[in-house]
């Protein structure tokens, strides 16, 4: 299940957002400002963040900046009220994968959720793949993935068994390296 952090300074945004993402089957976690989003992001690593771009102390764009100078590289979609060509071209210019106007046709904010969480998924694949060697598309090797992600996400002990030349080290290493002490 995808965790998205939704961050709004609005009660009722987060309220009737997360309850719809909620019945979509996401596990939604909810922050009033910037600064509570940038606790809770760093606490436990969100799969998407979706943000309101102004609030009051850390806006939303100033939450994205703060997230990527820590290493944090989560896909964000913005959303706002008070919506500008200049402003949605400097969003996405500074990463944002998407940028929406409230109110908000969750329709469009479902299938961007969709859209942004699939080629997310596909790009952490990749790069298990990539960075370690791991090679394979398979779909053992597909489940092997996903349980790298997840072991990774938990920052429990983990015990890799297996015979000599089967990649454990390899495994040790994509889990290290997806970890939050990577």
Same mark, same amino acid.
């Not at 990774?152 to 068994?161: D, E, H, P, Y």
């Given at each position: 299940?995808?965790?998205?952090?939704?961050?709004?300074?609005?009660?009722?945004?987060?309220?009737?957002?997360?309850?719809?993402?909620?019945?979509?089957?996401?596990?939604?976690?909810?922050?009033?400002?910037?600064?509570?989003?940038?606790?809770?992001?760093?606490?436990?690593?969100?799969?998407?963040?979706?943000?309101?771009?102004?609030?009051?102390?850390?806006?939303?764009?100033?939450? @994205?900046?703060?997230?990527?100078?820590?290493?944090?590289?989560?896909? @964000?979609? @913005?959303?706002?009220?008070?919506?500008?060509?200049?402003?949605?071209?400097?969003?996405?210019?500074?990463?944002?994968?998407?940028?929406?106007?409230?109110?908000?046709?969750?329709?469009?904010?479902?299938?961007?959720?969709?859209? +942004?969480? +699939?080629?997310?998924?596909?790009?952490?694949?990749?790069?298990?793949?990539?960075?370690? @060697?791991?090679?394979?598309?398979?779909?053992?090797?597909?489940?092997?993935?996903?349980?790298?992600?997840?072991?990774?996400?938990?920052?429990?002990?983990?015990?890799?068994?297996?015979?000599?030349?089967?990649?454990?080290?390899?495994?040790?290493?994509?889990?290290?390296?997806?970890?939050?002490?990577?």
């Amino acid at each position: 299940m995808s965790l998205i952090l939704l961050v709004d300074d609005k009660a009722n945004i987060l309220t009737v957002m997360g309850g719809i993402l909620g019945r979509e089957g996401y596990e939604v976690e909810t922050a009033g400002d910037g600064r509570e989003a940038l606790a809770k992001a760093v606490r436990r690593r969100p799969d998407l963040i979706i943000s309101d771009v102004q609030m009051e102390g850390l806006g939303g764009v100033e939450l @994205f900046h703060a997230l990527s100078a820590r290493s944090m590289d989560v896909p @964000f979609i @913005f959303i706002t009220a008070y919506a500008s060509v200049p402003e949605a071209v400097s969003a996405i210019r500074a990463g944002a994968v998407d940028y929406l106007t409230k109110p908000v046709d969750y329709r469009v904010l479902k299938n961007a959720i969709r859209r +942004v969480l +699939v080629c997310a998924k596909e790009r952490q694949r990749s790069e298990i793949s990539e960075e370690r @060697f791991l090679v394979g598309s398979s779909p053992p090797m597909q489940a092997l993935y996903e349980r790298i992600e997840a072991v990774a996400a938990s920052g429990a002990t983990v015990l890799i068994r297996g015979e000599n030349g089967t990649g454990k080290e390899l495994i040790a290493r994509a889990i290290h390296s997806k970890g939050p002490r990577a």
